[in-house]
């Protein structure tokens, strides 16, 4: 429920706001699910969280520059802060049920139950309507961004959590400004490519502690198996 709410609310704040400022206020989710997860899992809020939070938004607050000098309408802002907090218990509620379940199963559902719930909204027969391309985008949205992505989802919070699932998905954004540029020829602004390195960053900092811990043990490995040797 909470996936198809949020993505409603974001195409419907799209309506009345531009899409830097929508996806730029979406993209404060890191912060709710972090906090979420601190109270709800008791996930340590460590100081390289909190510096990788602070890098991703001031990234993306550089990357979706524009969003600050275009009109903000009260109505746009409230559902996308709506969208926001839908996606923060989204998250929230996959990590806690996926306990003991198949990410794939769970997957199964949500987008069964999604589409149950956009049938409410459009005639789902609309798609004998569409031609040879239509269709080909259409089938393609639905397996590569939405079945595969979400499956890949869920699988890392099972893996990782859905704090740190949500600040390594905050990649998205370099992902896609740089695919807009070598495939849209967008232009790509100064900061902009700033922005990018703000949030690659933030994206390396919750690793460096564990790359840090498994450098050093591979070392004490080493050394214990040279003096076994001697």
Same mark, same amino acid.
Not at 170 to 176: D, G, I, K, R, S
């Given at each position: 429920?909470?996936?198809?709410? +949020?993505?409603?609310?974001?195409? #419907?704040?799209?309506?009345?706001?531009?899409?830097?400022?929508? &996806?730029?206020?979406?993209? $404060?989710?890191?912060?709710?699910?972090?906090?979420?997860?601190?109270?709800?899992?008791?996930?340590?809020?460590?100081?390289?969280?909190?510096?990788?939070?602070?890098?991703?938004?001031?990234?993306?607050?550089?990357?979706?520059?524009?969003?600050?000098?275009?009109?903000?309408?009260?109505?746009?802002?409230?559902? *996308?802060? =709506?969208?926001?907090?839908?996606?923060? $218990?989204?998250?929230?509620?996959?990590?806690?049920?996926?306990?003991?379940? +198949?990410?794939?199963?769970?997957?199964?559902?949500?987008?069964?139950?999604?589409?149950?719930?956009?049938?409410?909204? @459009?005639?789902?027969? #609309?798609?004998? #309507?569409?031609? =040879?391309? +239509? $269709? *080909?985008?259409?089938?393609?949205?639905?397996?590569?961004?939405?079945?595969?992505?979400?499956?890949?989802?869920?699988? *890392?919070?099972?893996?990782?959590?859905?704090?740190? &699932?949500?600040?390594?998905?905050?990649?998205?954004?370099?992902?896609?400004?740089?695919?807009?540029?070598?495939?849209?020829?967008?232009?790509?602004?100064?900061? +902009?490519?700033?922005?990018?390195?703000?949030?690659?960053?933030?994206?390396?900092?919750?690793?460096?502690?564990?790359?840090?811990?498994?450098?050093?043990?591979?070392?004490?490995? @080493?050394?214990?198996?040279?003096?076994?040797?001697?």
């Amino acid at each position: 429920m909470f996936y198809a709410l +949020q993505s409603l609310l974001f195409f #419907k704040a799209l309506e009345y706001i531009p899409a830097s400022t929508a &996806t730029l206020i979406l993209y $404060f989710y890191p912060v709710s699910v972090t906090l979420l997860s601190v109270f709800i899992f008791k996930l340590p809020a460590s100081s390289a969280i909190l510096l990788s939070l602070a890098l991703i938004l001031s990234g993306c607050a550089l990357v979706f520059y524009d969003a600050f000098v275009k009109d903000l309408n009260i109505t746009g802002i409230m559902l *996308a802060l =709506g969208a926001m907090l839908g996606l923060s $218990f989204y998250l929230i509620t996959v990590q806690f049920f996926l306990r003991g379940e +198949q990410p794939l199963s769970v997957t199964f559902y949500a987008i069964l139950f999604t589409s149950l719930f956009y049938m409410f909204l @459009s005639n789902p027969l #609309k798609i004998f #309507k569409m031609n =040879g391309a +239509q $269709f *080909a985008i259409t089938a393609g949205l639905a397996l590569i961004p939405t079945v595969i992505a979400v499956s890949m989802l869920y699988r *890392a919070i099972e893996q990782i959590g859905s704090a740190y &699932t949500s600040i390594f998905s905050t990649l998205e954004p370099v992902v896609t400004v740089g695919l807009a540029y070598l495939l849209l020829d967008e232009n790509v602004v100064l900061i +902009q490519v700033l922005g990018m390195m703000f949030i690659i960053i933030g994206f390396i900092v919750p690793n460096v502690k564990y790359l840090l811990l498994e450098r050093r043990s591979k070392a004490i490995d @080493s050394v214990e198996l040279n003096n076994t040797s001697v």
